[in-house]
């Protein structure tokens, strides 16, 4: 089989679904049968400001988002003047010339679609314009659309049948217009892939799915940026499995009902950032004291207060290793993929029963959010520590 690797980079204002385009692109390249790995940006703001989702997608085994982007989808000027420049020589461009002018690069392919106008007059759905761009560049690079009708109908098939309706039409629109006005003028296409099946996870969901299979029946938490969707999925998840799983008022009585649960004989976990980390140091201490198990996962964000809660930042090691009053051992530990957070995950919950102390968990934003397809791990060979 020929060789694929594609990099996907769509730029916009946050509000206009780019991550949520991101994600289904990613889905739907995954269950085709390729490798993916993602990378993503969004302001700090609740809404407004410049999004970004990268996708690489490729036939064989990847490590990285790449260094450069074969494919620029931008939504508005900003996402142009931001990320052009990364496009590698001869790269290609896709914009609505209502809302993007570009300059600067005579190199360029350039693919001209009316995004706005399409999901205006023809979709009638303004918030629909993510979904025509996806039909679009499935028609441009020969991507199954059946892939991404599927996964249209997990994600919004619970909003009604009229929403779905809606965006399974805007799909159909973007990729009629992509075949109708634009002529191929680039070499890509990604087609179907034949590998294996494969999980397709974010760093965060990764660990969840370890603490679960490690054992953990308990499950306290404060929502806080990158670490919140791990209190989220607990919350679906745990109950299935007879456990408990709370949102509870701060990060220190987050942590004080995890021990308090191991105290009581159940396996529990925690997860935060850097904020809610430097509330936990003196329960920190108390675990280590009491010598009673707890794990605590930590997705770092910039500091180094409150900080950039958005951005990617490994800023807590010496507070996780020597953060406390007096000696209090602790072990921690850093896994380097999405993977990896699976398996350390499990190994946390088993180094705190065998030290009956805490266990740190250091992730960063960029590994907690980005999504990777990983091999199907062999659960009959994961043996939980009791």
């Given at each position: 089989?020929?060789?694929?690797?594609l990099v996907v980079r769509i730029g916009g204002e946050s509000g206009e679904g780019i991550i949520?385009?991101?994600?289904?692109?990613?889905?739907?390249?995954?269950?085709?049968?390729?490798?993916?790995?993602?990378?993503?940006?969004?302001?700090?703001?609740?809404?407004?400001?410049?999004?970004?989702?990268?996708?690489?997608?490729?036939?064989?085994?990847?490590?990285?988002?790449?260094?450069?982007?074969?494919?620029?989808?931008?939504?508005?000027?900003?996402?142009?003047?931001?990320?052009?420049?990364?496009?590698?020589?001869?790269?290609?461009?896709?914009?609505?010339?209502?809302?993007?002018?570009?300059?600067?690069?005579?190199?360029?392919?350039?693919?001209?679609?009316?995004?706005?106008?399409?999901?205006?007059?023809?979709?009638?759905?303004?918030?629909?314009?993510?979904?025509?761009?996806?039909?679009?560049?499935?028609?441009?690079?020969?991507?199954?659309?059946?892939?991404?009708?599927?996964?249209?109908r997990e994600k919004f098939g619970r909003k009604g049948q009229a929403v779905l309706e809606k965006?399974?039409?805007?799909?159909?629109?973007?990729?009629?217009?992509?075949?109708?006005?634009?002529?191929?003028?680039?070499?890509?296409?990604?087609?179907?892939?034949?590998?294996?099946?494969?999980?397709?996870?974010?760093?965060?969901?990764?660990?969840?799915?370890?603490?679960?299979?490690?054992?953990?029946?308990?499950?306290?938490?404060?929502?806080?940026?990158?670490?919140?969707?791990?209190?989220?999925?607990?919350?679906?998840?745990?109950?299935?499995?007879?456990?408990?799983?709370?949102?509870?008022?701060?990060?220190?009585?987050?942590?004080?009902?995890?021990?308090?649960?191991?105290?009581?004989?159940?396996?529990?976990?925690?997860?935060?950032?850097?904020?809610?980390?430097?509330?936990?140091?003196?329960?920190?201490?108390?675990?280590?004291?009491?010598?009673?198990?707890?794990?605590?996962?930590?997705?770092?964000?910039?500091?180094?207060?409150?900080?950039?809660?958005?951005?990617?930042?490994?800023?807590d090691l010496f507070a996780s290793v020597f953060g406390g009053h007096g000696d209090a051992p602790?072990?921690?530990?850093?896994?380097?993929?999405?993977?990896?957070?699976?398996?350390?995950?499990?190994?946390?919950?088993?180094?705190?029963?065998?030290?009956?102390?805490?266990?740190?968990?250091?992730?960063?934003?960029?590994?907690?959010?980005?999504?990777?397809?990983?091999?199907?791990?062999?659960?009959?060979?994961?043996?939980?520590?009791?």
């Open positions: 089989m020929e060789k694929v690797d949520s385009a991101g994600e289904i692109l990613t889905m739907a390249c995954a269950r085709g049968g390729f490798n993916v790995f993602t990378f993503r940006s969004y302001p700090a703001e609740v809404r407004g400001g410049h999004s970004m989702f990268q996708m690489r997608a490729a036939n064989f085994p990847i490590f990285s988002a790449w260094d450069e982007v074969h494919i620029l989808v931008a939504l508005n000027q900003e996402a142009y003047d931001r990320h052009y420049r990364q496009l590698q020589k001869g790269g290609i461009l896709i914009y609505d010339p209502a809302e993007t002018q570009p300059h600067s690069r005579e190199d360029l392919l350039l693919y001209a679609a009316p995004f706005k106008d399409l999901t205006t007059n023809q979709v009638q759905a303004p918030q629909a314009k993510n979904i025509v761009v996806l039909g679009t560049i499935a028609e441009l690079f020969s991507m199954p659309i059946d892939k991404l009708q599927e996964i249209i965006d399974l039409f805007a799909l159909q629109v973007g990729a009629d217009y992509a075949r109708e006005h634009l002529q191929k003028k680039d070499p890509h296409q990604l087609g179907r892939g034949e590998g294996e099946p494969r999980l397709v996870l974010s760093g965060n969901m990764a660990i969840t799915l370890g603490a679960l299979m490690a054992g953990c029946r308990f499950f306290a938490g404060y929502p806080i940026t990158p670490a919140t969707d791990i209190l989220e999925t607990m919350m679906v998840e745990m109950p299935k499995l007879g456990g408990v799983s709370l949102q509870v008022e701060d990060e220190i009585s987050a942590l004080a009902m995890v021990i308090g649960a191991s105290f009581a004989g159940k396996k529990g976990m925690t997860a935060t950032s850097g904020p809610g980390l430097s509330l936990m140091t003196e329960l920190i201490g108390l675990a280590a004291m009491t010598e009673l198990p707890a794990v605590i996962i930590d997705v770092q964000r910039g500091g180094p207060a409150t900080g950039i809660p958005t951005k990617t930042e490994q800023g602790r072990v921690v530990l850093a896994p380097c993929t999405v993977e990896d957070c699976f398996y350390q995950t499990i190994r946390a919950f088993n180094l705190a029963e065998r030290t009956q102390g805490p266990v740190l968990v250091l992730s960063d934003q960029a590994l907690a959010q980005r999504v990777e397809t990983i091999s199907v791990p062999d659960f009959s060979q994961i043996q939980p520590r009791t």
